[in-house]
């Protein structure tokens, strides 16, 4: 996993949703520095540190306004997520993990999006228990119901960085997967923000035509 140059010669427009997590500040990090993207388009609530290639709409994902011109791109990337404990409830979360980026993915769609690149979970499942894996299962689900004629999932295990906010037991988990991660299956090992980004970034960049669904072990160091 590399962000290498996809061999295509165009200057693309990418929409990412998501910016301002662990993963989606990585994936802003790459895609500006990537000579084959033209512009990012970057919803969020708040503005983000500006840049030539940088399109910042200030949005209420409540109410996106899926007529705006700026969904008219030719990849989206979306890194949304919370935790249940962040998000209040789990119909919040829901609305989070499920709906914004849905309503995202069915507005770039619209506007002539040819490929999508989501980051999901390891043991995302539409029919599973875990009420977690199966809204990730779901939006999974609902995202690919949409036609994209080039869909990536990424489904990274517990994701490696630094983060902004205080997750202590994510933290603690972190810390006990850095001891024995080497012992552990792959897929169970750490996926490090920067290798899910560079998987994405890839994936919207080449719109290889088709499903494609890129494991944790793939992530892993």
Known sequence: MSGMSSPSSRRLRLLLVGATGLVGQQVLRLALAHPHVLTVVAPTRRPLAAHPKLENPIVDFDRLPADAAWWAVDALISTLGTTIKKAGSPDAFRRV?????????????????????????????????????????????????????????????????????????????????????????????????????????????????????????????
């Not at 875990?130 to 489904?155: C, D, H, M, N, W």
């Not at 994936?203 to 890129?214: D, K, N, Q, Y």
Request: proline letters at 6%; hydrophobic letters at 45%.
């Open 97 to 221: 993990d499920h709906d914004y980026i849905v309503a995202a993915a069915r507005a770039g769609r619209a506007h002539g999006a040819l490929a999508f690149a989501l980051t999901s979970a390891l043991g995302a499942d539409p029919s599973s228990r875990v009420f977690y894996s199966r809204v990730k299962g779901e939006t999974e689900q609902s995202v690919a119901a949409l036609g994209y004629p080039s869909l990536t999932i990424v489904r990274p295990g517990l994701i490696g960085g630094a983060r902004r906010e205080s997750r202590p037991a994510e933290r603690l988990a972190m810390y006990a997967l850095g001891i024995v991660g080497p012992l552990l299956p792959r897929r169970y090992r750490i996926s490090p923000a920067d290798r899910i980004a560079a998987a994405l970034v890839d994936a919207a960049i080449a719109a290889v035509p088709g499903r494609r669904v890129v494991e944790s072990d793939a992530l892993a160091r």
